[in-house]
């Protein structure tokens, strides 16, 4: 079946830096979802992205779908403190998300 | 504009009790989807749900467990005989149509603890 992997497990992060998380497909991808879920909170839906190559950006967070759709990347630049949390990428094939393990992330200030 | 509704929030119960988990999906939707995330871990797909029918179950154990949508009422996702393995966060989502295209709302998850 299909499997969706995240780098790094855990991102410990100097405010204020930046850094990326990356997520890695098994298999060709119809679009790929990212969420957030604070500690404690459920996850939030942040984006999708659909086409090949596609690039997104909200603020500081700037979204990249590979070329094969089978690889995505999420870049936050100069790190808050609210970014803490967890950040999952979701592989749409056919109907089903499947998540990956998800970033951690924590910040220092 | 209520959102994904779950409840109860928490949920204790000894070994071999059962637990019932109910989701009502936000107005408009008549997709639902479970998910299972323990500790430290990703969100594990269980089933995705229409109103009155079961569409996918394959991530969902094949005995103790199983989930219905009913024409009227939320979904409700039950555990017969629970075990101590069976403690973790249950999130329930919600989408307007098949997830082609679709994100998912979630709702604020049961988190059942079993003794």
């Known amino acids: 079946g299909q499997q969706v992997m995240q780098i790094p497990q855990y991102q410990h992060v100097q405010e204020g830096e930046d850094f990326t998380t990356y997520c890695n497909s098994s298999?060709?991808?119809?679009?790929i979802q990212w969420y957030k879920q604070r500690p404690g909170g459920h996850p939030v839906f942040l984006i999708q992205?659909?086409?090949?190559?596609e690039v997104k950006k909200q603020k500081r967070l700037t979204f990249q779908f590979g070329e094969a759709k089978k690889n995505s990347s999420l870049h936050i630049t100069a790190t808050q403190t609210t970014d803490v949390g967890t950040y999952f990428c979701?592989?749409?094939?056919?109907?089903?998300?499947?998540f990956g393990a998800g970033t951690t992330v924590t910040v220092r200030a | 504009n209520a959102g994904v509704m779950q409840n109860p929030r928490h949920l204790v119960r000894r070994r071999g009790q059962e637990a019932r988990l109910r989701c009502s999906p936000m107005?408009?939707?008549?997709?639902v989807y479970w998910y299972r995330q323990l500790p430290e871990e990703g969100l594990k797909f269980m089933v995705y749900?229409?109103?009155?029918?079961?569409?996918?179950e394959s991530g969902m154990p094949k005995e103790r467990f199983s989930a219905e949508f009913p024409k009227e009422g939320p979904s409700i996702l039950r555990i017969q005989q629970v075990v101590r393995g069976d403690s973790a966060a249950y999130f329930c989502?919600?989408?307007?149509?098949?997830?082609?295209?679709?994100?998912?709302?979630f709702g604020s998850g049961t988190q059942l603890s079993v003794l």
């Open positions: 107005k408009g939707h008549s997709h």
């Open positions: 989502a919600s989408s307007r149509d098949r997830a082609q295209n679709e994100k998912l709302f």
């Open positions: 298999t060709t991808l119809s679009n």
């Open positions: 749900l229409q109103k009155e029918n079961i569409i996918d």
């Open positions: 992205l659909v086409k090949s190559g």
């Open positions: 979701a592989g749409l094939n056919d109907y089903k998300l499947s």
